[in-house]
C-alpha cells in the first residue's frame, strides 16, 4: 500500500461505482487492515444493500437507507481525520454521516478487495489516502458519472443529445443514461399509448408473449420502460400457460 494508508492519519476519501445485489446479505467491498480487527477499516453495504457502510476498528457508521438497487451505484465515502467526521454521497448527494474514532496506527499489509464477501459488481474504484475538498469530490463524481453513464446533477451526458423535457424526466427521476435510453425507447414503441412510462415497472400483454408449441407460453416479455429484467418466464414445460385467442371478449389471454 501507498504511504498515508498505514496510519490513514489524513483522512481518506473513497469512489465506488458498483451495482450491489439487491436483498444480498451485508457485505464489504474494501477491506484494509493488518489482520486484526482493531485496525479494520472497511467500506460495504447493508440493510438489503440500500445503504453503504463504514467500519473502523469494529465501530460502523451506514448512511439513509436510499440507494437505488436499478443499475450500477456511484458512491463516495470521505473520513475525515480531524473532525472524525464520515459522510456518504450518492449520486453527487448526501446521503448520511456519522463519527468514528481514528484508525489505529498499524501498517494494513493484509488489505483484501471485496475478500469473497461482496455480492454484486464493480465497475470503478478510487481511494485516496487523503480526505478531498468538496470541489475535489464533485469532479470525480462528474467525471464517473459522465464515464458510466450514471446520474448526478452535474453529469455533462444529460445535456448531450436529450430534449429540454427529457432533461428534466432524467433530473426528477435520477435516471442513468441507460434509464433514459430505455424510456425514450419505450416513447417510440408506444407512441399512441395513454399510459404514463415514468414509474411503469411491469407491462404484461397477452398478444406479445412469446407462443410456443401447442400454444404454451415460456416467457412473456415485459413491455414497460424499465431496464431491469422484469420478463415472466416459465422453465417447466409442465406449468407453462396456455395461449387462448378469444378467451376474454375476443380477446387473448393466457389460462
Do not use: C
Not at 477499516?41 to 439513509?64: H, Y
Not at 415460456?218 to 414497460?224: C, E, L, T, Y
Not at 407453462?240 to 393466457?254: E, F
Amino acid at each position: 500500500l501507498a504511504p498515508g494508508f498505514e496510519t490513514l492519519s489524513d483522512g481518506f476519501t473513497a469512489f465506488v461505482v458498483a451495482q450491489p445485489t439487491p436483498g444480498a446479505a451485508d457485505s464489504v467491498l474494501l477491506d484494509l487492515h493488518d489482520g486484526t480487527k482493531a485496525s479494520r477499516v472497511a467500506l460495504g453495504w447493508t440493510g438489503g444493500q440500500k445503504a453503504a457502510s463504514l467500519d473502523i476498528g469494529g465501530r460502523t457508521v451506514s448512511s439513509a437507507p436510499s440507494l437505488s438497487l436499478e443499475g450500477p451505484q456511484l458512491l463516495a465515502v470521505t473520513y475525515r481525520a480531524p473532525t472524525r467526521l464520515a459522510t456518504f454521497r450518492a449520486h453527487g448527494e448526501a446521503v448520511g454521516s456519522g463519527v468514528l474514532r481514528p484508525p489505529s496506527d498499524t501498517l494494513r499489509d493484509a488489505s483484501v478487495l471485496a475478500g469473497g464477501s461482496f455480492t454484486g459488481g464493480l465497475s470503478e474504484l478510487l481511494v485516496f489516502d487523503r480526505a478531498l475538498s468538496g470541489a475535489e469530490i464533485e469532479a470525480v463524481e462528474v467525471y464517473l458519472a459522465d464515464r458510466w453513464g450514471l446520474y448526478h446533477p452535474a453529469a455533462p451526458w444529460i445535456v448531450q443529445g436529450y430534449s429540454a423535457a427529457m432533461q428534466a424526466l432524467i433530473h426528477s427521476n435520477g435516471w442513468s443514461r441507460a434509464g433514459a435510453d430505455a424510456y425514450e425507447a419505450w416513447l417510440a414503441a408506444n407512441p399512441a399509448a395513454p399510459i404514463p412510462g415514468v414509474g411503469l415497472g411491469v407491462w404484461l400483454r397477452a398478444d406479445a408473449a412469446d407462443v410456443g408449441a401447442d400454444d404454451l407460453v415460456a416467457s412473456w416479455p415485459d413491455m414497460s420502460a424499465s431496464i431491469l429484467p422484469n420478463d415472466g418466464t416459465q422453465a417447466d414445460p409442465a406449468a407453462r400457460p396456455k395461449l387462448l385467442a378469444d378467451a376474454a371478449g375476443g380477446m387473448p389471454a393466457l389460462e
